[in-house]
């Protein structure tokens, strides 16, 4: 097992406050570069693009982290219509088991 020294650790922080200001940078000069010219808009500072990626990531990507649907199958209406009734049942007991809480299980 590979062991962190403190140091290391203590690095974290600081790399991710370093992305975030960078990425926040390539937003404004991205932004000051393309809206002003091609939709007449004002420029922005830097931390009105910190608070647009903020903004942003609130109203498309969410806070969780992790996208709890990843590699599960999607079903159309022309799938689900294609299953027997046993594997529609198989399917509906995994979500109840993956979606509910223990009270409403029972």
């Known amino acids: 097992m590979r062991k962190f020294s403190g140091k290391k650790?203590?690095?974290?922080?600081v790399f991710v406050i370093g992305g975030i200001a960078l990425f926040g940078y390539i937003v404004m000069l991205l932004w000051n570069a393309l809206m002003p010219a091609i939709f007449n808009l004002a420029s922005i500072s830097f931390w009105q693009a910190l608070g647009l990626l903020v903004l942003s990531k609130i109203l498309f990507g969410g806070f969780s982290g992790h996208h709890k649907h990843s590699?599960?199958?999607h079903f159309s209406q022309k799938d689900w219509?294609?299953?027997s009734d046993?594997?529609?049942e198989k399917?509906?007991?995994?979500?109840?088991?993956?979606?509910c809480t223990t009270e409403e299980k029972e």
Request: hydrophobic share 30%.
């Open 81 to 83: 219509n294609s299953l």
């Open 86 to 88: 046993e594997e529609r």
């Open 9 to 13: 650790i203590a690095l974290i922080p």
């Open 91 to 99: 399917i509906r007991t995994g979500w109840r088991r993956y979606c």
């Open 71 to 73: 590699g599960r199958r």
